[in-house]
């Protein structure tokens, strides 16, 4: 079983719909959260950093944990077309020097006009 | 300011070649990562460096050594390229904000071996 589970898609959903991404983990261990976003044929990039259970916005962008249920999500309301990418999830044990990441395997998204 | 870069773009390899991947940052950042991305596995730590003059191993690193030549540079190299190494190479590296830590990651080197 992988730490972390992340469903593939791809999702498709309309321009303007909500749009709820999600991830699971088994490791009670990891403390901080992340979601990344990645275009095609281009590197990840960061979009939201969270380490506490709760809630955390960022414009159009809510990302959500619940550790005790070992469970993130990635809200994305009024969803664009330039939204479509794919999405990992990633998180990690501690914070320190260098610290390793554990990725989901990124769920595709497509958002039609 | 390039952030990460990754030499080459794309490299076809037969089986038993060996190559180096090249990785640079300009962001005066400390800690560096090589990551191979894979359909349906996502992103895989292969080494890292937390310093330089350090390296680590991460969960995939049989078949590769790494060098961290100094604070900018840090590359990846196949001795003897396998077809079970034809994958999406990714460079990293690590800016801290407060407590926030962000990973900055370059454009990918794509490699099918043969």
């Known amino acids: 079983q992988k730490e972390v589970e992340q469903d593939p898609g791809p999702l498709s959903v309309p321009e303007g719909a909500i749009v709820s991404l999600n991830c699971t983990y088994s490791?009670?261990?990891?403390?901080?959260f992340m979601w990344y976003r990645q275009y095609s044929r281009k590197g990840p990039e960061l979009l939201m950093y969270?380490?506490?259970?709760g809630n955390k916005e960022d414009g159009r962008f809510t990302a959500q944990v619940d550790k005790s249920s070992k469970y993130i999500s990635l809200f994305i309301r009024d969803s664009q077309p330039s939204d479509s990418a794919t999405y990992l999830c990633?998180?990690?044990?501690?914070?320190?020097?260098?610290?390793?990441?554990?990725f989901g395997t990124g769920t595709r998204l497509q958002v039609t006009l | 300011n390039a952030g990460v870069t990754q030499t080459p773009k794309f490299q076809v390899l037969k089986t038993g070649q060996s190559m180096t991947l090249q990785c640079a940052q300009d962001?005066?950042?400390?800690?560096m990562y090589w990551y191979r991305q894979d359909p349906g596995m996502g992103l895989r730590l292969i080494y890292y460096?937390?310093?330089?003059?350090?390296?680590d191993k991460g969960e995939v690193p049989n078949g590769y050594n790494v060098s961290r030549l100094n604070k900018r540079e840090f590359s990846l190299r196949l001795e003897s390229a396998a077809p079970s190494q034809t994958s999406v190479y990714f460079c990293?590296?690590?800016?801290?904000?407060?407590?926030?830590?962000?990973?900055?990651f370059g454009p990918g080197t794509r490699l099918l071996v043969l």
């Open positions: 990293a590296s690590t800016r801290w904000e407060g407590s926030q830590e962000t990973q900055y």
């Open positions: 990633a998180m990690k044990r501690n914070t320190g020097t260098a610290s390793k990441l554990t």
């Open positions: 969270t380490y506490s259970s």
């Open positions: 460096s937390a310093s330089e003059g350090t390296t």
């Open positions: 962001m005066n950042h400390n800690s």
């Open positions: 490791n009670s261990a990891f403390q901080y």
